[in-house]
């Protein structure tokens, strides 16, 4: 596919949408060289696609398992109406399971689940009220993050060769633009981020399409770029961010906070609308553990010898103390990250996110 | 294929030998799943398996390169006699910038220059004294990859979780081999080691050969494993000691030493015959930078978006103030290296090899 025929990432609208009775889901698995959408016509296909990273991202997967709720309360209504609530509320405990590191999918669900008993209670149109509820969540969801990027920007100076892990969603490219439009000349460098290459598909995508240089390389060689100069600073995303500011991210991170710290390079956090105040520390947030198979077999192939078994944490922590500031809608925090989002929590959160 | 019919990958003389007026390598890339032999018939062919990784492992480079010059000294020989000498120089010299960062490549064509000269100068057959300077060659590295294992084994505790990073050959091998008839027990985590994948490919093989524990992981998960326990040491090998104790070795050991360090977990460093003492810093050693395709590419699928560039360091510098021990065959050597590798290179080298 040409880049032109892809819509601008940080758009998740044109990604994740209702189509009639369909959730319409780009696959990202098949980009770059191919735009798909994967149809989902029941929660349980919204599940497997969660699952099976189709769609992957905090907020991404966070819009769709929303939508996906709103597809089941349409058909379960219409059979029983007095069991939806609870019934619902069972699917979004269900469906938090999918990806328990990230808190935005739970967040966004019991916010849904709230929505569902008020439109149930005052006799509303179910599937209407909540497909509205998820599309304004998107767009207060694009909100914070273009906050967020505009905010990031004013870390990034002309000529800084930006390290990236995975792909750091919509306020990354938001960064990019507004740094752009502030007449910065920007390189980034992306790590390919094994197994699902979420750094080669979408980070190099979005990045061509915002129209930065990028080169990508593999998730071992950061610590070469350090040394050489080929980076001068690294700004990676969140999955979840704890009150005291460690921060869970794709499984990697901890690793070039590390070597971002011992070569005395900035290492800056983008934490889209803050941290999530029900974490107290990096401990209290569960590791998703995925299916080792996932990295013994690439492409179909096995890449491991016969009974070899792979390790899949997804995720892994990087402590606050490795961190230089976390970046939010609300402004950037710098340490000591429990007095700044003290501030946050308090003044902005209740009505930013 | 089955792992029985893979030949154990610690013998390299049934990897790269003579069959004929062929050489015969084990094509690396295709394993675990297929056992294949590339037949090399000119040093054309055989600068091009070292160029495209068919053989790969700063030993194994180094005999399938004398191998190929004495294939040329034999095609040349019969035709200008007295030219023989000055060519194969030539020859050597452009064998050497296939893969300049390991320093075994130069080291054993050098030598084989001297015989092949003497060779010459005695009227002997030119074709037959270098196939057995090859062979002795591969004899005394196999005598020296075999002490070098049984001092590694002294490093090694029974209940050891041991990360290794790429394929760390045949020294590594016989390490788990001797600390297994010490009654240790041993797991390795493996990294897969991209773009080539020698950690999937090469190591858990060898590990399955040994009857030790392995696991995948990929690339970016070191830092997590170390964190969470699941590994406790790291031992990995080198292309290049310099004489200060920077080492030279596959993309990526940088930043797991940085990672250990801060976990303060041992990093160990496999040395097989000891540090080069033509180089004196880890700044001296040219590091190797490949085709930026070999990252964008992956099994023939492109991964990255249109237009995006690959950028590709083959390896990089771990600087000594990260290393606990390096292992030579002549023994542990501890920090300050400078002092100890001198003690090796004045009492043992010349000996050994």
């Known amino acids: 596919v040409n880049i032109e025929g892809v819509p601008p990432l940080e758009d998740l609208s044109k990604q994740i949408f209702i189509e009639g009775n369909t959730l319409k889901i780009l696959d990202r698995r098949a980009l770059p060289t191919k735009l798909r959408f994967m149809a989902c016509t029941s929660l349980d296909d919204v599940a497997k696609a969660i699952k099976g990273m189709v769609i992957q991202g905090a907020s991404a997967i966070a819009y769709a398992a929303a939508y996906g709720l709103a597809l089941e309360a349409k058909r379960v209504y219409r059979k029983r109406a007095h069991e939806t609530i609870p019934y619902l509320t069972g699917c979004a405990e269900s469906l938090k399971m999918t990806r328990p590191t990230g808190e935005k999918l739970s967040r966004v669900l019991d916010k849904e689940l709230i929505t569902a008993k008020q439109a149930h209670e005052r006799g509303e149109d179910l599937f209407r009220a909540l497909v509205q509820f998820v599309e304004r969540e998107m767009w207060r969801g694009r909100e914070t993050a273009e906050r967020c990027g505009r905010n990031a920007a004013a870390l990034l100076r002309d000529g800084d060769r930006v390290l990236t892990h995975c792909y750091p969603g919509p306020a990354f490219i938001y960064a990019l633009r507004e740094a752009l439009k502030e007449g910065k000349n920007l390189n980034i460098v992306a790590t390919e981020t094994r197994p699902y290459l979420q750094g080669a598909k979408l980070t190099t995508l979005a990045a061509k399409q915002v129209g930065v240089g990028v080169r990508l390389v593999t998730d071992g060689m950061p610590a070469y770029c350090m040394q050489q ?72 192939r096995r890449i491991a010898a016969e009974g070899v078994e792979g390790f899949y944490p997804a995720f892994d922590i990087t402590p606050p103390e490795l961190i230089d500031a976390i970046v939010t809608d609300a402004g950037v925090v710098y340490p000591p990250f429990n007095e700044g989002f003290k501030r946050i929590v308090t003044t902005v959160r209740s009505s930013a996110d």
């Open 229 to 300: 100069g080929v980076i001068n600073k690294v700004l990676v995303a969140a999955d979840r961010i704890a009150m005291d500011g460690s921060v869970a991210n794709k499984v990697g991170t901890r690793l070039y906070a590390i070597a971002a710290r011992y070569h005395r390079l900035p290492f800056y956090v983008l934490g889209y609308g803050g941290p999530d105040y029900l974490t107290r520390c990096g401990d209290d947030i569960p590791i998703e553990l995925r299916d080792g198979e996932e990295v013994t077999v690439f492409e179909n």
